[in-house]
Nanobody
């Protein structure tokens, strides 16, 4: 069974950085695809970034391109979302999501089968 656990959220000021982690289990050695989504109060959940486990491709929304990076650790049991130059509009609950197999529509939340509980990010101006 695939399980995802996010951490690393917090409260920061605009311009600062945060790195979110997503520890995943049940995916070892298999071609899972991971995404990061966020949801601000009163807004729909939106895709932020995505990557295939063990792969080199990275996908980012226009809102975060150039400021956020996505990576994985050497053991491939954790993923990271490094967020730089944070803005108040980056605030929200951030979710890690996973699905088996390569994905082209990485930005669609209905593509993903597994979701974590989320970690809150608050950016003040």
């Amino acid at each position: 069974q695939v399980q995802l656990l996010e951490s690393g959220g917090g409260s920061v000021e605009a311009g600062e950085s945060l790195t979110l982690s997503c520890v995943h289990s049940g995916t070892s050695g298999r071609p899972y695809f991971f995404g990061w989504f966020r949801q601000a109060p009163g807004k729909e959940r939106e895709a932020v970034a995505a990557m295939p486990l063990g792969g080199w491709q990275r996908y980012f929304s226009d809102a975060v391109k150039g400021r956020f990076t996505m990576s994985q650790d050497g053991s491939k049991s954790a993923l990271f979302l490094e967020m730089n130059s944070l803005k108040p509009e980056d605030s929200g609950m951030y979710y890690c999501a996973a699905v088996f197999g390569a994905q082209t529509r990485w930005y669609r939340e209905d593509v993903y089968k597994y979701w974590g509980q989320g970690t809150q990010v608050t950016v003040s101006s």
